[in-house]
């Protein structure tokens, strides 16, 4: 019988954290979508800076950074998004926020890519707090036009 209520128990615990993970996704899908729109119209951290985490605005201000923005600013605007899903969220039972990968593909102006965001949410709101952007074609014109300086 004591097995029984600790199953019960551990099937409660799944569901729960299974509708956290479906909620999380339902109220972040737009904030993902906004901010690659927002952010690849010119590849700045100025437009989404209250947006991502505060390391993030760090680590663009160094000169890895600026190079790193600049080869993804050869992507152009974003155009549409592509299977977005939630890959793993991590569900704190304490005040600590609530994070979630969301990954996606994106066809740009220029170019397709698979991107993955890291986002959290706290109490002060929902931030990038990582970003990988994996180019999976380049038209070779517009990379020409960017390598020259």
């Known amino acids: 019988m004591a097995l029984g209520v600790v199953c019960i128990g551990f099937i409660t615990i799944a569901i729960f954290l299974e509708t956290e993970s479906t909620n999380f996704q339902q109220e972040n899908t737009k904030f993902v979508t906004k901010f690659m729109q927002d952010f690849s119209s ?3 951290m100025d437009k989404v800076s209250t947006k991502v985490g505060y390391h993030m605005v760090e680590q663009s201000q160094t000169e890895n950074g600026r190079l790193t923005l600049r080869n993804y600013s050869s992507l152009g605007d974003l155009k549409s ?9 991590i569900y704190y039972f304490s005040s600590r926020p609530n994070v979630g990968i969301f990954s996606f593909n994106a066809t ?12 959290e949410d ?4 929902v931030k990038v707090q990582v970003m990988n952007v994996d180019p ?4 070779t014109s517009q990379l020409s036009k960017d390598v020259r300086v």
């Open 42 to 44: 010119d590849w700045s």
């Open 81 to 89: 998004i592509d299977n977005l899903e939630l890959v793993d969220h």
């Open 108 to 119: 740009f102006e220029y170019g397709i890519a698979t991107v993955q965001l890291v986002i």
């Open 122 to 125: 706290t109490t002060e709101g």
């Open 136 to 139: 999976k074609y380049i038209e």
